[in-house]
């Protein structure tokens, strides 16, 4: 595609529900990557793919958090059991290659939780 | 642990210059980059540095200084729409890109 796509663009939802959050990288790009942004605040680093491999997870928030990516194109962060402290903003971003300097940022999923 | 270190915000007027710093502290480091973020945005890539010196590109500029764990973003020429939130990342090569907590910048007439 001409940039990186994230749907739903917002999302309400209630404690204790889950959600799934899609990311589409641009095409051809092997390295994606998931932030977590809070409101005035920086970006947080969730988690990283090469390909389908997510070679490190550590940057998860809890184990609630979990994200997979299939045929080494589509993005999904999945949260269950969601908290308010999970309401922020989520963002994907791809790179042609890991370590590349660029990443192109997806518009980001808002995620409220009542 | 692993930290940026940007100023919070910053205020300049149209037409002039203003540098945004960034030091920081990390367990690698493959280099340095600048992003910005309007408001309802999402980031956008400025620029990259992995060796010390300027990088120009137009009317922005950044700096690295690896000895010293220090760079910063140079803004000529400010225009109202310059107007956002600066983040410096650090490729710490660990599969992981650590982000500063962003400066904002207000350009006044």
């Known amino acids: 595609g001409a940039g990186v796509s994230q749907s739903p663009s917002n999302k309400v939802t209630e404690k204790g529900k889950d959600v799934e959050l899609r990311c589409d990288p641009i095409?051809?790009?092997?390295?994606l990557y998931w932030y977590r942004q809070s409101l005035g605040q920086g970006l947080e680093f969730l988690i990283y793919f090469q390909g389908n491999s997510a070679p490190d997870k550590s940057g998860l928030p809890s184990d609630r958090f979990s994200a997979e990516r299939t045929g080494g194109s589509v993005s999904t962060l999945t949260i269950q059991r969601t908290q308010q402290e999970d309401s922020a903003v989520y963002l994907c971003a791809s790179s042609l290659n890991y370590g590349e300097d660029t990443q192109y940022f997806g518009p980001g999923t808002r995620l409220t939780v009542l | 642990g692993q930290s940026l270190e940007q100023p919070s915000e910053v205020t300049a007027v149209e037409g002039a210059i203003v540098q945004i710093n960034c030091t920081y502290q990390?367990?690698?480091?493959?280099?340095l980059s600048w992003y910005q973020q309007h408001d309802g945005g999402a980031p956008t890539f400025l620029s990259y540095n992995a060796l010390d010196g300027l990088e120009e590109t137009g009317r922005f500029s950044s700096f690295l200084s690896r000895s010293d764990s220090y760079g910063y973003l140079l803004l000529q020429e400010l225009q109202m729409k310059d107007s956002a939130s600066y983040f410096c990342a650090v490729n710490t090569g660990g599969f992981k890109t650590i982000f500063g907590a962003g400066t904002r910048l207000f350009v006044k007439a």
């Open positions: 990390t367990s690698g480091f493959y280099g």
């Open positions: 095409s051809g790009h092997t390295a």
